[in-house]
């Protein structure tokens, strides 16, 4: 029976086209790539890079992530990327993004930022 014990292959394998859904918030910025199936591959965020408390939220802070993200994937030999944006529209990561991703090329961007509706029944007047 053979084994394999060098877990070193599996970097190794070139991914032709990833997910990456980024989640934008007031505090932090969350990057996560996943393959076509939804399985995570890698993730980063603000948090991870050593930024901390109110640093977290700045352009400076989000554009690292973008950075090591496409470090990450160039590491991958990701050819192709599908953008799934979730939150506030602070588009400072996706200069960066193109900038230093050359190589890679977004082939779509969907917005998954939830519509606001009506809401919930606001509650009575009080009574006099």
Do not use: E
């Amino acid at each position: 029976m053979k084994t394999t014990g060098n877990r070193s292959n599996k970097t190794a394998v070139a991914l032709p086209i990833g997910i990456l859904h980024v989640q934008t918030t007031l505090n932090n910025t969350i990057m996560t790539l996943t393959d076509r199936k939804g399985n995570t591959i890698f993730g980063f965020s603000s948090g991870m890079l050593g930024f901390g408390g109110s640093r977290k939220k700045t352009r400076f802070a989000s554009r690292s992530v973008a950075q090591h993200m496409v470090l990450r994937c160039k590491q991958l030999r990701i050819q192709r990327l599908i953008l799934a944006i979730k939150g506030r529209m602070n588009l400072n990561f996706l200069t960066s993004l193109i900038k230093k991703g050359r190589k890679i090329s977004i082939v779509q961007i969907i917005d998954k930022t939830p519509k606001v509706h009506n809401g919930c029944r606001p509650p009575k007047m009080p009574r006099k």
